[in-house]
């Protein structure tokens, strides 16, 4: 069963010991305007995944992040969330994968679950691997003039 959530409040997720950032619900409309972020629609078409999917996780964090607790400077002062200060959050690993995990694959969930596989095959065919091979292009013959 789908639950939906009404109020549409934002919550605290950790995303490591002593670290937390409130964040906006994941919304289609979050979504939507991460997409067409110019840092996401900026990304070379020759990026890799994994470049994309930090330009995305950065942009969508920039819109989302509320508040935070447990980060500060590199003096140790508790600093305020910005975009710079995000992007920089981000940049940790452990950080970035904790998003990803807490924030944005919960999101998508439901997006993976609609585009789930289709059962296997049973009987004769289960298994059965594809032999079709493209078809070869006939020759070019010069035309007579």
């Known amino acids: 069963m789908l639950t939906l959530d009404l109020t549409n409040a934002p919550r605290w997720h950790e995303l490591a010991p002593g670290v937390r950032v409130q ?9 939507v305007a991460t997409r067409s972020d110019p840092a996401v629609e900026g990304v070379p078409d020759d990026a890799s995944d994994e470049e ?3 330009a995305f996780a950065k942009a969508l964090a ?13 003096d140790g002062k508790p600093i305020d969330p910005s975009p710079e200060a995000i992007d920089a959050l981000l940049d940790v690993w452990p950080i970035f994968e904790a998003f990803q995990l807490t924030y944005v694959s919960k999101g998508l969930l439901l997006e993976q679950e609609k585009n789930a596989s289709a059962p296997s095959l ?22 007579r003039g």
Request: hydrophobic content about 45%; charged content about 25%; glycine content about 8%.
């Open 62 to 74: 920039r819109r989302a992040v509320l508040a935070w607790e447990g980060i500060g400077d590199a």
């Open 122 to 143: 049973n009987g004769p065919s289960a298994g059965a691997s594809d032999t079709a091979k493209p078809a070869r292009k006939p020759a070019r013959t010069a035309r």
């Open 23 to 31: 964040l906006r619900p994941l919304t289609t409309a979050l979504m």
């Open 52 to 54: 994309r999917a930090v």
